[in-house]
């Protein structure tokens, strides 16, 4: 057991942050018990850590750990236009060049990232269209090795034609009966799998008919959402209602590629009609403010009329917390209406929809659920209570304050010192890096 003792439990919604009590942590990596004197009461109890703030681990939306080893990229990149020369200059030359090495190593990498921050769970959506079978599993390896918990799927699309489309359907449904028999042990992640599964698909204006066809099939038969980026760019929607006669929307939901729990990535450009469909259909909209600002394909302005959605970086690194400032700051630069407390709501939701992706009830400190934790180092300046919790995230509280992090009861970083070797594993990261890098110059050449 594991006790953390005279801490403030917060929780994102609806808010609340308690006054100092234990928390006690069982062997069987779950919540066992909050309240007062716990500590005394079980002095058996390794000690966590004392003070300051314990909240549930973050939940990391909608986010691309194969574009992990980009960051400063050494390769010549052709200036773009626009978003969809983007994608052919940069990522589809990205993408291509992963094989199996540098597919685990961007795993590692974006889950030191991430549980640097203080996530226990990352949404991924993943490509690697010149190698993909069995490459959820290898990316489920490289981030497992760090402890966080993945939700991953294969981001199937046509445009590397039929065999590929094919074989990304195919890859989620493997990975899907792998999640099934949860092969990694349940035991040590507080009753909860280290990794789940989603059916994934690019973007509607690379899928062809027969190819969302089998999507929703596979939706169907497997029990899981799709996780699927619409409408990121104007391109997306235009495509659609000129070339297929649909919003793009609509056209995924005539697929049956909308079931509840679908995450819609973006959304910048769906028509009034297809958010009240989304909602209807119980989907959840990932918002990736940083992104949609990087790749400047415009605002997202419906979010004050939206119930469902939730935080995601796109692949811009994995601080949720920091996300969530961007997306405040961007909608108030937009005039939008919405404060602080909306974003912290889209933390409890992202929570929320990870806990039912894992097939547990929740990711809360209640007793029974795992222990997916982070302890913060934050001295708050100023008075901290349910009511103003959400300011003090969106200008004060950030990943510089984790202490402790938490998955299933098993410590991935106690006390600022990660249970990984973080450095022996950037090196082989940057390794992996190099790799990459050399391999996307070379098949520019061959082409
Ligand atoms: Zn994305």
Redesign the pocket.
Known sequence: MTVFERVRLVRWDPAAVSEPIDLLVGDDGRIAAAGPGLAAAHPEARKGGSGGLVSPGLVLG???FYSALARGLRVDIAPSKDFAQQLEHLWWRLDRALDDVTTRWSGVAGAMDAAACGVTTVID?HASPEWIDGSLSVLAEGIGEVGVRSVLCYETTDRNGQAGAKAGVRENERFAEEADTARMPRLLSGGAPLFAAMIGAHAPFTLEDGTLDALGALCKSSGRPLHV?VA?DKYDAVESRARRGLDPLVRLDRHGCVPKDTII??GLWLSPEEFALLEERGAML?H?AR?NMNNAVGYQAALPSLRNWML?T??MGADVLEEFKFAFFKHKDSGGPLWPDAYLKALGRAGNFAARMLGVEALELVPGAPADLVHWDYPAPTALGADNLAGHLAFGLSSRHVKSVMVGGRFVIENKVPAYDAEALAARCAEAGDRLWKRMTDMERKA
């Open positions: 909608h986010t691309h959506h980026h990121e990535a973006h990932a990736n992104s995601g796109d692949g």
